[in-house]
Structure formats: structure tokens, C-alpha cells
């Protein structure tokens, strides 16, 4: 009978501090690819064994235009492994309230023979962010923490995923990350919810489910996408059976990439979409 | 051809019974004897596999091969697990005359199978007792997605009508419950109608297939080199395992073989990809009946393998370190020795938690006794895995069909008779201890040397069948090669596409709240089910 507080006792406190301390991340881990752009001199090798997608480009005349999606990128490393220009760095906090601005674009002069220099438009690789849309977003964050601020209930539904994501949403309530914390709850049903964490890509089998999730869920509600699937289908893409990304069936208000992302990066992008960030 | 001598033996005694019935015979591995033959000889051959060679129907499939045969093709795909090896009987199917005899009406293993096959390829199952759509829902219109002339991308059509005819159930004072396919938990999508008269469950319906992706069909478009990474999403906690197996197929249709260090060094992931699921398991089935504490441990465990797997491989679910011709990543002395010391740290903790189970008499109560699956029923199912040896299937490919560096490691295969959910939990705990001493003897005896073999060029028109023991069971990878280092087909099977009926089964009888800890006790992949 005093086994389970014996134990307790003496394993004491797990949970760790982030968001006020950094992720606990290997150096090792594989997050976010960081692409040297100004010496980036060929798109063309990481394209072709990138498996998902997530590095594409497009040639006019003479120019180019390169895209690292990092909604679609499952952080495999094989681009790295063939283009000096590429690397990848440990960091995992990449949630974004757009879709748009997981797309970092280069404008590039187009040599003869295929390759590109000369990095075009200044130095900034990212797509620009919209002045309005961001003082909107402000002005969304406020009335979201004014609404959800001090407590959040989360209705996880899986509209397709692999389950890898499920692992990791799971450690979100293991003593390490305790997402309750925060005053965040898993709950049962959408009608108990205010967030939809979302993983997909959403197959034609679960769209109706999770149609009509959403329409269970009380407004005001929040729906996050999870996992390069969630963001854009991933892998899986749109075929037959499958929609693609969250946003093909519903409003998104955060995309959180990853494959499957940590539940570091997890916390992150549901801290992001409540706007409780307190390091940023 | 270069034979096993065992299935030599049977080779010759099917010769000698069949003549030349048998058709032709090759063997492209030591292991794997493929028979080409006849429609009307599947029955016959079933029953000599069965009752002479202890074998068992691990899989039916089939393949679209009207452009360069006029015909499908229906394999029937044999574990002969006394010699060691595997037969695949392939039969023509004409195209003018899509059918099939059915043999789940004996087999009733591969009644999901034969009904996959009829919904994917318009192969119609002669005789099968309830020959419904399985794959596909019944609001689907009449489509055959894994047919050569159906394209990956077609637009379908809303669907429409009822999604689901489900079996009535009368009685009085019986109820339907019906559950999903969202659930209440953060698991995978399906639906489950429960009717039950007061608590006990009479029947359960399992409805299946929501988070199909078409996967299979998938794998025929993309090229070789991106299916590694496609293979690793079929189930994700499974990443590993599945990637492996499809490594071996392609390795063995190339004819390569992975460096010693490779093999070891993916005995190692396959080991930690088994570590981290049972430890979340055993922690989940004791959440299932309110012993929260011993969860909180094991997830407490759980996550420091999970760190351990991202030091090693740079991903916490193994993910990335699957390559063609061997693993991607070597282990340096550092990484070895936090290898090291999670076992130990992690053995000494878990031994801690078995006491901790052990010692609370509540868990036992509701464990023991509770969603029994007879080892007859689970014999007829065909049941694998954890939840096979729970119910006195004594087999592990492991053992029995060495793979990677398990022929240099000794180890125990615990199998109980009991069946139950309590059962199912010791099958981890055993094993859990059995991977702890696999890992330290692997790490004892690593070779050194290269970790990849070069893997430039797939031969076309080549069979190969890639197998490695999961943490869940057997998991098969069957591919057709194509020109260009491309899949005319892929074919994959997860042990939960064969154990799903068993719940349906062990839950009667049983109360309703009880379904959860019996559903987590077999633990079955949803998405390596439905693909």
C-alpha cells in the first residue's frame, strides 16, 4: 500500500520548465533545415531525393524561384546529406499561425546549365509577412488570451495520421511535459472542447467525422494542425483516398510542423495558438 | 535452385502428390519457394500445408497482371514455420472471369484478406460466408483502386447511401452502442457497434478502413528510393520495423545483403522501437483500470527511451534511419554507451514498476479472467504477435525465421495459454526483460565495419518477400519490381490486419467497460490495418 508513494517520493519532480527553458533536444535531433542561401548554388539534387516535396523550385527564363515548405518537410535529413548548402539544426519550435509563412522562397539568377547563383532581392529568403495580417494576428492573440487565457480544453481527433503523432501527443500528458500546467485538459468529446488538435492527412473515410467534430465543437474554437501531414498532407499527398492537409476541410488557426513533431514543438504551437508564449 | 533443405522436402512430396499439376517452381531466396500454379489446386494445397506441414495462411493477396499476362494473380502465401520457410502459390485469375474460390469457410484467418482482395482488384470471392466490403465502405462507389487502369489521383464522386449495413441484433432488452470512429481517447479512428443485453457485451461489429490512404496503391508511384520514407508512415509506432521489412524485400530483389554492423545495428532499433511500446502499453492497460501511478511511470520511462532513440538516430520514433542496403547512421562509442546505460537505468526502473503492478491486487483483479481469447479461436484467427503468444501460439520470426542479427543472440519466447488481458501484459513484461539481454548481447558482439551496402539499381520483374518480427507481430512487405527502380506492387501486411477479429471475439461476455483495457491489451495499429 505504500509502494506507489514510496516510489513517488522517491522519483520526485519530472516535469521540466519549457516554454521558460529551451527544448530539451538532442544535438542530434533532426529539426528545422537551414539552408545557406546565398550559397545554395543547385536546388536541383535535394529536390529530386526530398520524398515529400518540401524543396521545390521553379524556373522562369531566367530566374528561379526555390521553396523550402516546411509544412510539407518530415525532417528525414536526405537533402543534407547531398547538398553542402543544406544543414540540419536541432530546433523544433516551428508553429506557424499561417500556412503561408512555413514557405521560405529565394529568388535566384539561373545559369545556363541548370545551377543558380546570385541570390536576388536582397538577402531575405522568407516569404514577406504581411504588416496587416500581423497586427491582426496581435489583435486575435489578445482576445484569445482573454477568452481561453486561463484554461484550454483540447479534443484531439486523428482525421488520418500514421499514429506517430499519437505518441507524441500522448507524452503531452506524461508527468515529463504535464500539459495540465498550464490549465490544459484532453477531453472526451468536441462539446467539452475549445481546440481541435488535429492530425492528419485528412482521408475521404474521416472527413464527415471530422466535419462534424467541428460542428460539435462551441465557438469560439481553435483548430491545430499537427504533423507534416496535418499541414499539407505530407507523404500521403491528395489521392483517392485522401484530402490532403487540415485546411483543405477546415479553417486552420495554427499549423505545427514536424514528422512526428515533439512534444516540445507540440506545446509550442498550442501555447502559440492561445498566444501564451511567454518567451517570445 | 538453391532450397532450404525443408522446404526441398516439401517441394518433392507435393511433386511426387501433384505431378505436374504443380506448375512451375522457383525460388529466388533459400527461403522462399514461390508455385505457380492452378485455380482448382488452392484447396488441395491449403489442406496438405495445414494438416501435414503445421503451416498457416499468412496472407492472401493479389495483383493486377492483365498487361503482360491477360490475368490477375491470387497469392496465397504460406509460414511453414517447422522448416523454416515460406511457399507462395500464385494462380491465374482470367480477366474475362474475375473469380475466386473461397477458403475462409476452412481459414477463417483470411476472411478480412479474400474480402480485400474482392474490394481492391474486382476479384468476386466464390463462397465466402459474408463476402461484405471490408476495405472500402459501403458508401464508396464501384471502384477498384489497386488495378492497373485506376489512377492514384481519380476524383471520386461524394459519396452516398448508407456508410454502413450493419448486422441487427434483436432481443429483448438488447442495445446498440455504437463508438467512434472519433473516440474518446487520443487513439486511431474506427467504429465499433457494440450490443449488449444489460453490461455484457453479445456481439461486437468492428468497422474498419477509416484512415485509408492508399498506401499500396501509392507505393506503385513513387520511386524506390522515396518508398523507405512512406514505409516508415504506414503505422508510426511502428516506423522501423515496417521500414525494415521493406529494406529486406527490395535488399532481397537486388541481391544484396546489408553489412554485419548494419544487421546488428538494426536489431538494436528494432529492440528500442519494442522497449518504448511495451513500456507504454503495460502503463496503459493499468490506466484502463484506474492504477494511474503505474502509468505515470511507465510514461515517465517511456520518454527517456524515446530521448535515447533521438541521440541515436536523430529522431524520437527511429524515423530517418532506415536506408536501402543497411541503416544511415553508425553509433559512435558515445551513443553506444548511453545505449548502455538506458538499459541498465531502464531495467533497474522497470523492474521497479513490475513490483509496483505486481503488489497492487486491484490491477490483478481486473486484469485476470478478463477478454479471454481461447487458444482454439485464436488458432482459427490465425492470431500473431503479443496477443498470439498469449494464447499458446508458441512463434516469433525472431526464432523461427531469423532475421538482421538474431541468429547471434540468444533469447526466450514467453507463450501463455491463458489468454487474457493479463496474459497479454506478462507477454510484454517477458519480453521487455528478453530485450534488455538481446541489446547487451548485440552491443557485446557489434562487428565492426561499413553500415550500408550500395543499393544503385533494382532489377525489374523480380518477387521478394521482406519479413522482420515488430513489436506487434509479423510484418510482411511482398513487392513486384518494375522497370526504372520502381514497384509494380506492394503488398503490405501488419499483424493487427489479422488480429482485429479476436477482439470482436474476447470481448463477449465481457462488460462494456471493460472493452477499453482488452481493446489496449492487443493494441492494434489502425493505420497499418487500413493503409
Redesign the interface.
Same mark, same amino acid.
Given at each position: 500500500m505504500f509502494?506507489?508513494l514510496r516510489?513517488?517520493l522517491q522519483?520526485g519532480v519530472?516535469t521540466i520548465s519549457y516554454p521558460k527553458t529551451p527544448p530539451?533536444?538532442?544535438n542530434?535531433?533532426?529539426g528545422r533545415p537551414e539552408i545557406d542561401w546565398a550559397k545554395w548554388k543547385d536546388a536541383r539534387p535535394a529536390m529530386a531525393?526530398c520524398?515529400?516535396g518540401a524543396i521545390e523550385f521553379h524556373d522562369e527564363q531566367t530566374t528561379r524561384a526555390a521553396t523550402l515548405d516546411l509544412g510539407k518537410c518530415?525532417?528525414?535529413? =536526405?537533402c543534407a546529406d547531398v547538398d553542402p548548402a543544406i544543414r540540419?539544426t536541432n530546433q523544433c519550435e516551428l508553429a506557424a499561425r499561417q500556412r503561408a509563412s512555413l514557405k521560405l522562397t529565394a529568388k535566384y539568377q539561373l545559369n545556363a546549365h541548370g545551377t543558380h547563383e546570385r541570390l536576388l532581392d536582397g538577402s531575405v529568403a522568407t516569404v514577406d509577412r504581411d504588416e496587416s495580417v500581423e497586427a491582426l494576428g496581435q489583435q486575435l492573440e489578445s482576445r484569445i488570451r482573454s477568452v481561453f487565457g486561463r484554461s484550454l480544453h483540447i479534443r484531439?481527433?486523428?482525421?488520418?495520421?500514421?499514429?506517430?503523432?499519437?505518441?507524441?501527443?500522448?507524452?503531452l500528458?506524461?508527468?515529463?511535459y504535464d500539459l495540465e500546467r498550464f490549465g490544459i485538459h484532453?477531453v472526451?468529446?468536441?462539446r467539452h472542447a475549445d481546440m481541435l488538435l488535429v492530425t492528419g492527412?485528412v482521408?475521404?473515410?474521416?472527413e464527415p467525422? =471530422?466535419r462534424k467534430?467541428y460542428d460539435a465543437t462551441p465557438e469560439p474554437r481553435l483548430v491545430v494542425a499537427v504533423g507534416a501531414?496535418g499541414c499539407s498532407g505530407?507523404?500521403?499527398g491528395?489521392?483517392?483516398?485522401?484530402c490532403g492537409g487540415v485546411d483543405s476541410v477546415l479553417p486552420v488557426d495554427v499549423y505545427i510542423p514536424g514528422?512526428?513533431p515533439?512534444p516540445h514543438a507540440l506545446l509550442h504551437g498550442i501555447l502559440l495558438a492561445i498566444g501564451r508564449l511567454s518567451r517570445t | 535452385m538453391n532450397l532450404l533443405p525443408g522446404l526441398r522436402t516439401v517441394l518433392d512430396e507435393l511433386t511426387q502428390r501433384f505431378g505436374t499439376q504443380i506448375g512451375h517452381a522457383h525460388a529466388p531466396q533459400p527461403d522462399e519457394l514461390y508455385l505457380h500454379t492452378k485455380l482448382e489446386l488452392v484447396g488441395a494445397l491449403c489442406s496438405v500445408f495445414y494438416r501435414k506441414y503445421n503451416g498457416r495462411l499468412a496472407g492472401v493477396f493479389a495483383e493486377d497482371a492483365r498487361a503482360e499476362h491477360n490475368v490477375f494473380f491470387v497469392y496465397y502465401l504460406y509460414a511453414l514455420d517447422s522448416a523454416h520457410g515460406f511457399v507462395l502459390v500464385r494462380v491465374p485469375i482470367p480477366q474475362d472471369k474475375p473469380e475466386v474460390t473461397s477458403l475462409t469457410n476452412a481459414i477463417h484467418a483470411v476472411n478480412w484478406q479474400e474480402r480485400e482482395v474482392q474490394d481492391m482488384f474486382g476479384i468476386k470471392l466464390v463462397g465466402h460466408p459474408n463476402p461484405r466490403r471490408c476495405v472500402l465502405h459501403d458508401d464508396w462507389p464501384e471502384v477498384y483502386p489497386l488495378r492497373k487502369d485506376f489512377d492514384l489521383r481519380t476524383k471520386l464522386p461524394p459519396f452516398t447511401g448508407v456508410r454502413h449495413k450493419f448486422r441487427e441484433v434483436e432481443g429483448e432488452g438488447v442495445f446498440q452502442v455504437p463508438v467512434g470512429p472519433v473516440h474518446a481517447g487520443i487513439i486511431e479512428p474506427g467504429h465499433f457497434l457494440f450490443s449488449v443485453a444489460g453490461e455484457p457485451v453479445l456481439y461486437l461489429q468492428l468497422r474498419m478502413f477509416y484512415v485509408h490512404k492508399g498506401i499500396e496503391k501509392l507505393f506503385e508511384t513513387l520511386p524506390i528510393r522515396h518508398c523507405v520514407r512512406l514505409a516508415e508512415s504506414i503505422s508510426g509506432d511502428s516506423s522501423f520495423a515496417h521500414a525494415t521489412a521493406f529494406c529486406h524485400a527490395i535488399e532481397r530483389a537486388a541481391g544484396v545483403e546489408a553489412p554485419p554492423r548494419a544487421r546488428a545495428l538494426r536489431t538494436l532499433c528494432l529492440e528500442l522501437e519494442r522497449l518504448y511500446n511495451h513500456i507504454a502499453d503495460i502503463g496503459a492497460i493499468c490506466t484502463d483500470v484506474a492504477f494511474v501511478t503505474a502509468h505515470m511511470h511507465a510514461m515517465r520511462l517511456k520518454e527517456r527511451a524515446l530521448r535515447v532513440n533521438e541521440q541515436l538516430t536523430g529522431n524520437r520514433l527511429l524515423r530517418g534511419m532506415a536506408c536501402l542496403g543497411g541503416v544511415r547512421f553508425d553509433f559512435d562509442s558515445a551513443q553506444l554507451r548511453t545505449l548502455t546505460e538506458l538499459v541498465d537505468s531502464l531495467e533497474n526502473a522497470f523492474n521497479q514498476l513490475v513490483e509496483l503492478i505486481r503488489s497492487h491486487s486491484g490491477t490483478r483483479d481486473r486484469l485476470e479472467t478478463t477478454g479471454v481469447l481461447t487458444p482454439e479461436v485464436a488458432r482459427d484467427l490465425g492470431i500473431v504477435g503479443i496477443a498470439g503468444r498469449a494464447s499458446g501460439f508458441d512463434h516469433d520470426l525472431r526464432r523461427d525465421f531469423p532475421h538482421d542479427f538474431y541468429d547471434q543472440v540468444r533469447f526466450a519466447v514467453p507463450v501463455f495459454t491463458e489468454g487474457d488481458v493479463q496474459r497479454r501484459m506478462v507477454v510484454r513484461r517477458e519480453e521487455l526483460f528478453q530485450s534488455f539481454g538481446i541489446i547487451r548481447q548485440v552491443l557485446e558482439k557489434l562487428p565492426a565495419g561499413p553500415i550500408q551496402t550500395k543499393v544503385d539499381e533494382v532489377p525489374p520483374d523480380r518477387v521478394a518477400l521482406g519479413y522482420v518480427e515488430g513489436w506487434r507481430g509479423e510484418i510482411f512487405h511482398w513487392i513486384h519490381t518494375a522497370p526504372g527502380n520502381r514497384l509494380a506492387r506492394c503488398k503490405v501486411k501488419d499483424p493487427s490486419l489479422q488480429n482485429w477479429p479476436a477482439l470482436s471475439e474476447a470481448i463477449l461476455g465481457n462488460i462494456i467497460p471493460d472493452f477499453p483495457v482488452v481493446n489496449k491489451s492487443f493494441n492494434l495499429t489502425y493505420s497499418g490495418t487500413d493503409r
Open positions: 509502494e506507489p516510489q513517488s522519483t519530472v530539451e533536444v538532442s542530434r535531433a533532426r531525393i520524398p515529400t518530415i525532417f528525414c535529413g =536526405l540540419m484531439e481527433v486523428d482525421a488520418g495520421s500514421c499514429n506517430g503523432c499519437e505518441v507524441e501527443i500522448h507524452g500528458n506524461s508527468p515529463v484532453f472526451a468529446s468536441p492527412p482521408t475521404r473515410n474521416m467525422a =471530422l467534430t501531414c505530407g507523404i500521403f491528395v489521392n483517392y483516398a485522401t514528422c512526428p515533439n | -
